[in-house]
């Protein structure tokens, strides 16, 4: 398979439990960015990562929220102590080129998804 | 700030072009526009992206008026299947490539 694969495709949490999003990108992708999407919404950036390294997380709320990957395995979105407003769809992405570079450019590889319910 | 305004929805007969505007009238010279598609659930699908030339490919079309302050989608012969909210984004920040998504034009396909 050679798109990005998100899991669990559904989540369901109750309200102060943490939530792990996982996100295994394109193979040879050394670059992920998460969005949140909430319902009837756009998305919106929350953080983008290279291997090991947090590049951009201006998108993130400062608290119980964290986000990695990992020089090995896939990238982990956390949200700890969810509460019902974290109840959105969260889509990985993934590319190949170095940002900046005059690389050519073909477009983010999107997973489905991963959609959290926080009961 | 997305910098883009779309309509909000559009119809399209089965068969027909759509094409889908966007006004970037804020564009500076540098900026490219880029469009994704989302469909019901799934994540979104990039479908082209231009700089000031017009572009093809094979989904769709892209004119880019001459002052780069609007641009155009063309769907040449629409289908059930590209019923969908369409984006349009202007790129704001070469260090990261993070796109800032609006909340783009939903366009229904019916036969």
């Known amino acids: 398979n050679a798109g990005v694969m998100q899991n669990p495709r559904h989540l369901v949490r109750r309200r102060g439990q943490e939530a792990r999003l996982r996100c295994s990108p394109v193979?040879?992708?050394?670059?992920v960015y998460w969005y949140r999407q909430l319902p009837e919404e756009g998305l919106k950036f929350m953080v983008y990562?290279?291997?090991?390294?947090?590049?951009?997380e201006s998108g993130m709320p400062k608290e119980r929220f964290s986000a990695e990957f990992p020089k090995e395995g896939p990238s982990i979105l956390r949200i700890q102590q969810v509460v019902r407003g974290d109840s959105a769809a969260y889509f990985c992405?993934?590319?190949?080129?170095?940002?900046?570079?005059?690389?050519?450019?073909?477009?983010?590889?999107f997973g489905s998804g991963t959609r959290l319910t926080v009961v | 700030d997305a910098k883009t305004t779309q309509p909000p929805s559009m119809d399209c007969a089965e068969g027909r072009a759509a094409n889908l505007p966007c006004n970037h009238s804020?564009?500076?010279?540098?900026?490219?526009v880029y469009w994704y598609r989302q469909i019901h659930s799934q994540g979104p699908q990039y479908i082209i992206h231009?700089?000031?030339n017009n572009e093809t490919n094979e989904m769709a079309s892209l004119i880019i008026t001459e002052d780069r302050k609007s641009s155009t989608l063309i769907l040449p012969h629409a289908t059930l299947r590209d019923t969908a909210v369409y984006y349009c984004?202007?790129?704001?920040?070469?260090?990261?490539?993070?796109?800032?998504f609006g909340t783009g034009t939903r366009l229904q396909v019916f036969p």
């Open positions: 992405a993934s590319s190949p080129r170095t940002p900046g570079t005059k690389r050519d450019y073909y477009g983010y590889t």
């Open positions: 193979k040879g992708h050394s670059h």
């Open positions: 990562l290279q291997k090991e390294n947090i590049i951009d």
């Open positions: 804020t564009i500076s010279g540098n900026e490219y």
């Open positions: 231009g700089l000031k």
């Open positions: 984004i202007v790129r704001v920040d070469y260090n990261t490539d993070k796109l800032i």
